[in-house]
């Protein structure tokens, strides 16, 4: 079973600061199953980033992805208030989802 | 618009059974696998179960194995979750999400859910 680890486990930044969002997979595994999420209290998830660094649709461009083996990453380019929301990776060997990075503001 | 809602969330008694349903509007229900996630208070998110267009094929987390059992009702565009056993750590908001892709048949992969409903409440305790 792969477990996806997130770090930090919160991140605390200011609106116009850059984001890294890291997920460490416990092995190596195949980028095209790798997927990021938003979430935000009483919500809906949002999908991101599919297949590690594939924008979904109406996803913002400061949103990008990257990575491949078992460290991938999410980088939010410039914060937007709209952004500090908990992040979520997710593999699809196991349908795993990594324990989330929660961005607050600071 | 595409859309999913649940519905069928509530408070159960541990041991008890409760079914979820999950409706779907704005899209061709039966060309997509079919997904239920749930977060548990002040937790993450945990996948639970997967169906394929025709429920050929389903797929569950361990945790709920044995005790959910996904459904899917293509006329109706219906998802299901019954859920029996019920303990006190199913406690979660339950949500249904939709598969990125259409199905494609044996050797499609799920890659990402792309359309997600609200959630509905499920609270199990005495």
């Known amino acids: 079973e792969i477990v996806l680890t997130q770090s930090p486990g919160t991140l605390s930044l200011s609106p116009g600061e850059r984001a890294t969002l890291s997920c460490r997979a416990s092995?190596?595994?195949?980028?095209?199953?790798l997927a990021w999420y938003q979430h935000k209290p009483g919500q809906a998830p949002r999908l991101l980033i599919y297949?590690?660094?594939s924008r979904a649709t109406g996803i913002p461009d400061r949103f990008s992805g990257s990575g491949s083996g078992t460290d991938f990453t999410l980088t939010i380019s410039r914060l937007e208030p709209e952004d500090f929301a908990v992040y979520y990776c997710?593999?699809?060997?196991?349908?795993?989802f990594g324990q989330g990075t929660k961005l607050e503001i600071k | 618009e595409v859309q999913l809602a649940e519905s069928g969330g509530g408070l159960v008694q541990p041991g008890g059974s409760l079914r979820l349903l999950c409706t779907g509007s704005?899209?061709?229900?039966?060309?997509?696998?079919m997904n239920w996630v749930r977060q548990a208070p002040g937790k993450g998110l945990e996948w639970l179960a997967y169906?394929?267009?025709?429920?050929?094929?389903?797929y569950y987390a361990d945790s709920v194995k044995g005790r959910f059992t996904i459904s899917r009702e293509n006329v109706r565009n219906s998802l299901y979750l019954q859920m029996n056993s019920l303990r006190d750590e199913d406690t979660a908001v339950y949500y249904c999400?939709?598969?990125?892709?259409?199905?494609?048949?044996?050797?499609?992969?799920?890659?990402?859910?792309?359309?997600w409903g609200q959630g509905t409440m499920v609270t199990v305790s005495s």
């Open positions: 297949g590690a660094s």
């Open positions: 999400a939709r598969d990125l892709l259409r199905y494609t048949g044996s050797y499609y992969r799920s890659n990402a859910f792309d359309v």
């Open positions: 092995q190596s595994v195949d980028s095209n199953y």
């Open positions: 997710q593999h699809f060997s196991g349908y795993t």
């Open positions: 704005g899209f061709t229900f039966s060309s997509y696998s």
């Open positions: 169906i394929t267009p025709s429920s050929s094929t389903m």
